[in-house]
């Protein structure tokens, strides 16, 4: 029997004014990502809060990103420096809870940065890939 | 469970509309619009909606005031919780504080594969045992850890604490690496699914690991395993909390601990209510703290059975109600003139500090206060290494 891949879902958390753009521009640039990544537009990567990850976790997410404006960059000047410290935070909870870092991602994409944006997401598709389902997830198949 | 289920079992119909419970209740002192007695009355003519759809059945502490001046023994604090059950499956969580991430682990926490890494904290310095049937319940206390850093709680800080006790006492406690929350505030906010599946998976990680015996470091831990526990699973060991475990090593022996070294200090002594008025622990601690050479206990103007809650419970509905009741209850510390306030509850001290970090009013700056739990002051007196196990 022909075993299909396993295909993690990514849960990206961008920013209106950067990496929202961004993806918008790998899209129009014709650049190619994997499509395992469902985008949730937030105002500010600073207004991300931990409960926004552990909520994509618990609805069987693999893999969580988080993507902003660079630090100078933001439209409401400190949300970089918010979201990192949620971040930071947060990736110390999860590590209790046995949860991979790879899982929750953190990264700077400027609207120009398309291509930037397509990398992210192979490099964590390929990643999550390696490491397989989340624990959670195997909760929410049983529960199907 | 329906409304007619609820005042059957928890005895409502005995209720004389008397209005003790919200003369007494700390929450209705602060918030007018929350009355035990209406919540009863509501259940009695049969207005569930009135009762399960307003957000202040979510503000009860469930504190056990109320029930302890109810002259007809109504079991309030039960009944909201099953109230609450009702609630939830009509989509009403109450506030969850902290954007409800505690609440949210817990559920995370049911999952049955996953694979915590919950003692890396563990060092050298402390001895453990494979084969001990004494367990020490570690509980939420390496989450507490990061989410509550910039209050500087240390709840690891606690556990460590306990374990240099144990050893000292000549106990190697057997940790678990795996075990789950005790599902404390999912039960009492009517989580009762995640309650459950929680409690299923540490019974079973108890039984296989064959221990006779769990010390519990937090009052919360101690209340689910001994009362609500025994209503789903069968734990078939006996359960202490570690106040009560040091006091009775205590009294047989004052001098188990080894020579203690003084600590010249005032402290009072906040009762917690999953301990006090939920259990009827009160003399436990205090004999523990009266052991410990140079410490002078003095009492606040409410203590014992009258001790006022630190606010907020389950991490629900946390409001300025719950500051005010926090900050009236430092007041009530700081004016025993004790430098120090003892607690035995992890989260008792994480809702005072909270409430310290917190500048409070111009003209009325929340009080200030050393804050230690009872574990760690044990622990400083026991001193360097403490006494030789064997």
Redesign the interface.
Same mark, same amino acid.
């Given at each position: 029997m022909l075993v299909a891949e396993f295909e993690p879902q990514i849960i990206a958390f961008c920013c209106n004014w950067c990496t929202y753009a961004a993806a918008d521009l790998a899209g129009t640039a014709r650049v190619h990502y994997p499509p395992n990544v469902r985008i949730v537009r937030v105002m500010c990567s600073g207004m991300v809060?931990?409960?926004y990850v !552990? #909520?994509a976790?618990?609805g069987g997410a693999d893999g969580v990103l988080v993507a902003g404006c660079h630090l100078a960059d933001c439209h409401y000047l400190d949300g970089p420096v918010k979201c990192d410290a949620m971040v930071d935070?947060l990736r #110390? +909870?999860l590590?209790?809870?046995? !949860?991979e870092d790879e899982r929750l991602r953190r990264e700077m994409v400027s609207t120009s940065e398309g291509v930037l944006f397509a990398r992210v997401i192979k490099e964590m598709v390929e990643q999550l890939k390696t490491i397989g389902p989340s624990?959670?997830k +195997? #909760?929410m198949e049983a529960l199907a | 469970m329906n409304l007619e289920d609820i005042i059957q079992e928890t005895k409502t119909y005995y209720c004389l509309e008397c209005g003790k419970c919200t003369s007494v209740c700390p929450v209705a002192r602060y918030d007018t619009s929350f009355s035990p007695r209406m919540m009863i009355e509501n259940a009695l003519l049969g207005f569930e909606d009135e009762l399960v759809l307003d957000k202040e059945l979510f503000s009860c502490l469930t504190c056990y005031t109320c029930q302890s001046e109810c002259p007809s023994d109504v079991d309030f604090p039960v009944f909201v919780r099953k109230a609450r059950a009702i609630a939830q499956g009509r989509g009403q969580r109450g506030i969850c504080a902290h954007?409800?991430?505690l609440q /949210?682990?817990a559920?995370?926490?049911? /999952? $049955?594969?996953?694979?915590?890494?919950?003692l890396?904290w563990l060092s050298q310095e402390y001895r453990v045992s494979e084969k001990s049937d004494v367990l020490l319940w570690v509980g939420c206390a $390496?989450?507490f850890? $990061?989410?509550f850093?910039d209050i500087e709680l240390s709840a690891l800080g606690i556990t460590k604490a306990s374990l240099k006790i144990l050893n000292s006492l000549g106990i190697e406690p057997k940790l678990l690496p795996n075990e789950r929350c005790c599902g404390h505030d999912a039960l009492w906010t009517g989580d009762i699914e995640t309650f459950r599946k929680l409690a299923e998976h540490n019974a079973a990680q108890i039984k296989e690991a064959g221990v006779k015996k769990i010390v519990f470091t937090c009052p919360e831990g101690y209340r689910t395993f001994k009362l609500d526990y025994p209503n789903h699973v069968d734990l078939g060991c006996e359960v202490q909390h570690i106040s009560e475990l040091l006091a009775e090593k205590i009294g047989r022996n004052p001098d188990v601990l080894g020579k203690l070294k003084e600590i010249k200090k005032k402290v009072t002594y906040q009762d917690p209510c999953r301990l006090g008025r939920h259990l009827g622990v009160y003399d436990a601690p205090r004999r523990v703290l009266e052991s410990i050479p140079g410490i002078e206990l003095v009492e606040m103007k409410h203590s014992g059975l009258e001790s006022i809650c630190c606010g907020t419970s389950a991490f629900t509905n946390c409001d300025s109600c719950s500051n005010k009741l926090r900050s009236e209850r430092l007041s009530e510390a700081v004016a025993t003139g004790a430098e120090m306030l003892i607690t035995a509850c992890p989260k008792c001290q994480t809702h005072f500090r909270c409430a310290m970090v917190d500048k409070g009013e111009e003209h009325r700056p929340t009080p200030k206060i050393e804050i230690m739990d009872l574990a760690n002051l044990v622990a400083n007196a026991i001193g360097e290494g403490g006494k030789s196990s064997k």
């Open positions: 809060n931990p409960i !552990l #909520k976790f618990e935070k #110390k +909870v590590h209790v809870l046995g !949860l624990p959670f +195997v #909760k | 954007s409800g991430q /949210s682990l559920r995370l926490m049911t /999952s $049955p594969t996953i694979k915590q890494k919950r890396e $390496p989450y850890e $990061p989410i850093e």
